[in-house]
C-alpha cells in the first residue's frame, strides 16, 4: 500500500530538511534513511563506504528502506544513490507518494561545501556535482511530484509538498 512520503533527489536538494519541516506540518515521524544505516551499523557514510566499499553501503541501505518501508506510515528522506538499484526503485513506488526535490548544481555546491561526511563528493565539488547528475540523469523520473528547491526555503518546499498530499 502507498502509505509513506518518500523524498529522492540528488545529494543537496534538501531532503533532510525539508523532511523535517514536512513531518511537523502532517504530524509523522520522519525516518532519515542515511541516519537509520549510522545508528544500526555503528559507523559513519564516510567510515561505511571506506572500509565496505560503495556496493556495502549500498547493500546496507537496500535492508534500511526495505525495513522502513515495512514501517508505520513516516516521511521518508532517502540519500540521493537509493534509485541506483532497481528494487529499491519498485520498493518505492509501491510502498509511498514518491517526491524529487531537484536544485540547480550551484546551489548543491552552495548548500554543501565544507561537508564531509559525502563520500562521492570528494575532490572537485563542482565537478563531482555535474557528473553525479549526468551519471544519474533520469534515475529520478519515475517520482510521483517534483518540486524545484531553488530559491525557496525548507517551509515553503513543504507547503508546496503538503498542499499536494492533502
Ligand atoms: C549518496 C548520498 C548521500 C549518502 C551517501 C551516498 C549518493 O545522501 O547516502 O553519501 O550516492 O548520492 P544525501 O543525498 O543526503 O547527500
Given at each position: 500500500m502507498k502509505q509513506h512520503l518518500i523524498l529522492i533527489g540528488?545529494?543537496?536538494?534538501?531532503k533532510t530538511t525539508v523532511g523535517r519541516a514536512l513531518s511537523e506540518r502532517l504530524g509523522l515521524p520522519l525516518t532519515d534513511t542515511d541516519r537509520v544505516i549510522e545508528q544500526t551499523t555503528g559507523q559513519s557514510i564516510a567510515q561505511l563506504f571506506r572500509e565496505q566499499g560503495e556496493q556495502g553501503f549500498r547493500a546496507v541501505e537496500t535492508q534500511v528502506l526495505h525495513q522502513v518501508l515495512a514501517g508505520k506510515p513516516q516521511v521518508i528522506a532517502t540519500g540521493g544513490g537509493i534509485v541506483l538499484r532497481a528494487e529499491n526503485v519498485e520498493r518505492m513506488k509501491r510502498h509511498g507518494w514518491v517526491v524529487c526535490l531537484q536544485a540547480s548544481a550551484d546551489e548543491i555546491c552552495r548548500r554543501l561545501a565544507?561537508?564531509?561526511?559525502?563520500?562521492?563528493?570528494?575532490?572537485d565539488l563542482k565537478q563531482r556535482v555535474r557528473q553525479l547528475m549526468l551519471e544519474r540523469a533520469g534515475k529520478y523520473d519515475f517520482a510521483d511530484w517534483k518540486v524545484e528547491?531553488?530559491?525557496?526555503t525548507a517551509y515553503e518546499v513543504a507547503s508546496m509538498i503538503e498542499q499536494r498530499w492533502r
Open positions: 540528488m545529494t543537496g536538494t534538501g565544507g561537508d564531509t561526511n559525502r563520500p562521492l563528493l570528494q575532490g528547491t531553488t530559491g525557496h
